[in-house]
């Protein structure tokens, strides 16, 4: 069930009415009934596989809970001396370890299986020159939202392991935080100890909060309806014929891509936190105005934030104060590389987390090397900090609203640019930018490709007016909520600020009859 | 204490280490950062920060990573 | 002043629900260029006075028969109910509905419409089931005919389907906002111009002559439903040329008429009696009679609605006037387009410029 059609808003209707008609302390059961419905709505075979991984997870998870447990009382109770204590102790996170390890490899591995067979049978299809006809592939089908509901869960048993959350002993509670309907297809990827309280804790309406919340999730379908499907065709179009689509259009469908990109996940988000807030459940933020950002690591700061987020606690910090990091950081030290050795770990580190990256967003070499790519720019950005902070000693006055505003549109062009990892073939991506800078004009846009692009003078209007409304809502969210400040206005100021965005989306947006019922670009992860 | 300061210069001298509270919120330390303040408290210290140790609250200010290599320090 | 605010707020309300429906006037079509037949299902509300006669069927009645012949010549009251590739469904769902505002003595559904059950063209959907009005008729007709991509709240509330036209209004959406302009004679499509029969495509074997049992079910119900209202049912197919109709399903209609006691009228074998000739009386080279063609199949089918109890009414002066009216918005679009026709060879609002 798509998040913007007419069948997710009955549901999500029903649901509401239904949670709040409920005694209080069976909501979090109707959000487990309702979320298996919700997830069972695309073929109930499919709920085996988030089951398999919420059973096997709590399991695991419990049992290095007990481990902990006992590990406590046998030293409360046998006292033993600090040697001892610390070789029980080793002993123990030994065992946790393994049970963790499990747990990792077998849901990884589902994840692996199911989403990068194909993959791997293409390459090797590649390698053996298998004749065409003879290609094997297994086109398996991937249950809705598994890398999410696996990184998810995967995050809570490496929480457990640490110590930073204690297991949940109830399997059906277990089961609400792996399959809770509004954030199991695309994200955000939530915290147990964070989402636990919000979950279960019993919530009674408020209106404030709702209203927010439907807000909310009208601000999405406008960023997914009235924007991002509408320049859909467009995008695909020059991205998909590099070769008609040469010189100025690189920069279009770059920077179409982007917009596509940003305004159809974020309002899935917009929608998927929307929704939840309804509910009186607060989800983690997964974008905080990434195009205000300077620089591209900031940048990813800001961008899909629950899943960067992620990497950088599960695999960057440990795989960068690993031993092999460090074996590497002293070998370098030995040869007199002192400046390597220091950075060394966080390079090798960097790379990995990147590599990771593009494999999750796809099981292609395009989205591989669109990973790279970022985590390249980022060591090279890494590499020039001191000529930057050594440009700013030198010239103070740059640090102005101007070269703040170069930074940005740098930063986005940047990051734009990395993305054509992501569409045109590998070998083509530089040749491209080549052809952009050597053959790129604006009057290009006018010698009649633009106009085969399928828009018509409406759709302009509507996305530049759109863009203009996200820059506004932009630049007042840097102050604050901005539903906080529009709720704060007089009734006929919100009823025609909310009004005017309903007709527009109701209006402007693609849906129905005549445009293609589209998936969010993020289902698919 | 002294010893942490100069690492944290070393790293990035563009910061007030003294009286900022807010290293890691503010992203004056961001992940590259840390990583090497860790690498490199490690060698200077001698004490191994495990990577689940690695929150804000332990890097947000020159106290909290002082705190957080004692507590360390105790363990051992 | 504590009464203000929930005034507020309805007013508000009110204004909002106010600007929607306008919304979704303008944006919905008007029917009033190339394609008029999206006005069809909903000129039927307009009529004042009741019918003998109630055709049921698709473009073979509503462009083949015209009312106003059958009532100069025979005095005959008539409507077709009749849409683009109106369904069997639909008619049922149709002739339910007129029965909530009148019971003629007579119903004659064309039955080429047993040949295709389920509807392959949204569009034709829209224009036949939009302009019904609400009921539990409108509700099961589209139920039962939409296509699988189609939802029943873009019925409900239109603005849902067709908003994607706000990048193409024109001057029409303005002009009949308020109101669509009548474009039929008590359902029927006039067109004076010509266009000679030429060669049909051939006709192709089929491996299945049986009916989908879906489409008898449905005739079944028509005839259910004419019975227990007292209608006489009569069932017709028009002398259109394409699409091709088969020995094999005449004979299953002639079967089920006689099983059933009923007039079926085959006027395709009657060609030559009813005077058709296909190089002058059809408009686009024998799919569908133009307004002479029409006429004449008028002229035949009289007698039968007579033999069947329809009443001369022409002494009646209430309808004499009613008629009247009809007769002259009639002879003035029948004399518009023909003196168009015979300047340029083409009439312009059928005709799109190169």
Redesign the interface.
């Known amino acids: 069930m798509s998040l913007v059609s007419y069948e997710f808003l009955a549901f999500f209707a029903v649901a509401a009415i239904l949670y709040y008609v409920v005694p209080k302390r069976f909501q979090w059961i109707l959000l487990l009934a309702v979320s298996f419905l919700f997830y069972a709505g695309g073929g109930a075979v499919y709920l085996l596989y988030p089951m398999i991984t919420a059973v096997s997870t709590w399991f695991l998870a419990l049992w290095i809970g007990r481990m902990d447990s006992e590990a406590q009382t046998y030293i409360k109770e046998q006292k033993p001396d600090k040697e001892q204590k610390k070789a029980y102790q080793a002993r123990v996170k030994k065992h946790k370890k393994c049970l963790m390890t499990a747990g990792i490899l077998l849901n990884f591995g589902i994840l692996a299986v199911l989403k990068y067979t194909d993959f791997l049978l293409g390459n090797l299809n590649v390698l053996f020159h298998l004749q065409e006809g003879a290609v094997l592939q297994v086109s398996w089908v991937l249950p809705l939202g598994i890398s999410y509901y696996t990184f998810q869960t995967m995050g809570y048993l490496i929480d457990v392991f640490r110590g930073r959350c204690r297991p949940e002993k109830n399997l059906l509670r277990f089961m609400l935080f792996v399959t809770y309907f509004p954030q199991m297809v695309s994200g955000p990827i939530s915290r147990f100890d964070q989402l636990k309280k919000e979950l279960f804790e019993e919530h009674s309406f408020d209106g404030t909060q709702f209203t927010f919340g439907l807000w909310r999730i009208l601000w999405g379908f406008f960023k997914k309806l009235v924007i991002a499907d509408r320049i859909a065709p467009a995008v695909a179009m020059i991205t998909a014929a590099p070769d008609i689509y040469d010189g100025i259009y690189v920069l279009v469908g770059m920077l179409g891509y982007t917009l596509q990109l940003y305004t159809d996940f974020s309002g899935c988000m917009d929608i998927v936190i929307g929704v939840s807030q309804c509910f009186g459940i607060r989800l983690p933020e997964n974008f905080q105005r990434p195009f205000g950002a300077k620089n591209l690591s900031e940048l990813w700061r800001r961008w899909h934030m629950t899943l960067t987020g992620w990497f950088r606690e599960y695999i960057f910090f440990p795989v960068s104060t690993s031993r092999f990091c460090r074996t590497v950081s002293r070998f370098a030290g030995k040869l007199g590389l002192n400046k390597a050795a220091k950075k060394l770990p966080v390079y090798i580190a960097n790379l990995i987390v990147w590599f990771v990256t593009g494999i999750w967003h796809g099981a292609a070499w395009g989205f591989i090397l669109w990973g790279l790519a970022n985590g390249i720019a980022m060591m090279v950005s890494q590499e020039l900090t001191e000529l930057y902070r050594a440009f700013h000693r030198r010239f103070p006055k740059s640090d102005g609203s101007v070269y703040g505003a170069f930074q940005k549109v740098r930063t986005c062009l940047l990051f734009s640019g990395l993305l054509m990892f992501q569409y045109y073939p590998f070998q083509t991506v530089f040749a491209m930018l080549g052809n952009l800078l050597a053959t790129g004009r604006l009057s290009q846009l006018f010698d009649g490709r633009f106009a085969e692009l399928g828009l018509a003078a409406a759709d302009f209007i509507v996305i530049a007016v759109g863009l203009v409304l996200m820059l506004v809502i932009g630049v007042l969210q840097e102050t604050g909520s901005v539903r906080q400040k529009l709720a704060a206005r007089p009734l006929v100021v919100r009823f025609t600020a909310v009004f005017l965005l309903f007709v527009m989306v109701l209006v402007a947006g693609c849906y129905g009859h005549g445009y293609d019922a589209s998936q969010f670009i993020y289902n698919q992860f | 204490m002294d010893e942490l300061l100069e690492i944290l210069n070393d790293i990035n001298?563009?910061a007030d280490y003294e009286t900022n509270d807010h290293l890691v919120d503010d992203?004056i330390l961001?992940?590259?950062e840390?990583?090497?303040l860790?690498?490199?408290i490690?060698d200077v210290f001698d004490v191994?920060?495990?990577?689940?140790a690695?929150i804000p609250e332990n890097f947000n200010s020159v106290e909290a990573m002082m705190r957080l290599i004692g507590r360390l320090k105790e363990d051992e | 002043m504590r009464w203000k605010k929930p005034v507020c707020v309805l007013l508000l309300a009110a204004l909002g629900v106010i600007v929607i429906a306008g919304l979704q006037r303008l944006l919905m079509p008007k029917y009033m260029g190339q394609v008029v037949e999206g006005n069809l299902t909903s000129e039927y509300y307009e009529e004042t006075t009741p019918h003998d006669v109630v055709f049921l069927g698709n473009c073979e009645v509503y462009e083949n028969i015209s009312p106003i012949v059958l009532w100069r010549e025979f005095g005959i009251t008539s409507y077709i109910r009749g849409n683009a590739q109106q369904l069997i469904a639909q008619s049922y769902y149709l002739l339910e509905d007129t029965l909530k505002y009148e019971t003629p003595g007579i119903v004659v559904f064309n039955v080429s419409a047993m040949q295709q059950f389920d509807q392959n063209n949204e569009s034709y959907n829209r224009m036949t089931l939009d302009g019904m009005r609400w009921s539990a008729s409108k509700w099961n007709a589209i139920r039962t005919t939409m296509m699988e991509d189609e939802h029943m709240i873009e019925y409900i509330f239109p603005i849902l389907r067709f908003h994607s036209r706000f990048a193409e209004l024109e001057a029409d959406d303005l002009t009949y906002f308020m109101k669509s302009g009548k474009v039929a004679h008590n359902g029927y499509y006039l067109r004076a111009d010509v266009r000679p029969a030429g060669d049909m495509p051939v006709e192709r074997r089929r491996s299945d002559y049986s009916f989908d049992p879906r489409s008898w079910e449905y005739l079944e119900r028509i005839r259910a439903l004419c019975e227990n209202n007292g209608i006489q049912l009569i069932l017709m197919k028009a002398p259109s040329l394409y699409p091709a109709w088969y020995d094999q399903w005449e004979i299953q209609i002639e079967e089920y008429a006689s099983e059933h006691n009923l007039l079926y009228i085959n006027c395709l074998e009657a060609v030559d009696e009813i005077g058709i000739d296909f190089s002058q009386d059809t408009y686009d080279g024998g799919l569908h009679m133009n307004v002479y063609g029409a006429e004449k199949l008028s002229r035949y089918l009289g007698p039968f609605l007579l033999g069947a109890g329809a009443d001369d009414h022409r002494d009646d002066a209430e309808l004499a006037a009613v008629w009247a009216e009809k007769g002259l918005f009639y002879d003035s679009m029948k004399a518009q387009q023909e003196e168009e026709f015979a300047q340029f060879g083409y009439l312009k609002q059928f005709t799109t410029e190169e």
Not at chain 2, 48 to 52: A, K, M
């Open positions: 001298p563009d992203e961001t992940s590259f840390l990583v090497m860790v690498t490199q490690r191994s920060i495990p990577s689940e690695i």
